[in-house]
Structures are given as C-alpha cells and as structure tokens.
C-alpha cells in the first residue's frame, strides 16, 4: 500500500469515526427511571472478592475436579 491509500484511508477512518462521536446523542445514564432504586454501592473488598476473588476459586476447584477425576479414570485404566 503506497502513501497516498495510507492516507486515504487514515482519513477516511478518523473522519468516520469523528462523526460517529459527533452525532451519537449522549447517554442519559444520570436521568432516573421510573421505578429505578438502586442498591448500596460496594467496598473496594467486595468488589474484589465478587469480580476476582470467586471466579479464581471457582476456576481452582473446577480445575481440581477435573485432575482428580483424570488421576482417578487412569488408576481404574492401569488396575
């Protein structure tokens, strides 16, 4: 690809997408619905437990079933 279709196509993308942010309306994310009654917020320690802390764990037990599960099926294999 030469200079000029580099080019061309910078413009052409940084061009499209300036327009997109410019005609997009903004997300009304403050306005309240009907209804809307939001919970407490959480500590930074419950976060990190719910977003982090379980799915490690649950990957580790997953992961240990399924090694414990495989060690046993090639003793009953060997036996």
Avoid: C
Wanted: glycine share 12%; net charge positive.
């Amino acid at each position: 690809m030469d200079k000029k279709n580099a080019l061309r196509a910078g413009a052409l993308a940084s061009g499209t997408t300036l327009m997109m942010l410019l005609m997009s309306s903004p997300a009304l994310a403050l306005t309240r619905d009907a209804g809307d009654d939001p919970g407490p917020g959480l500590s930074v320690a419950e976060t990190l437990g719910l977003y982090v802390a379980i799915p490690i764990g649950l990957f580790l037990l997953i992961a240990g079933l399924v090694v414990v599960g495989d060690k046993s099926r090639k003793q009953q294999k060997q036996g």
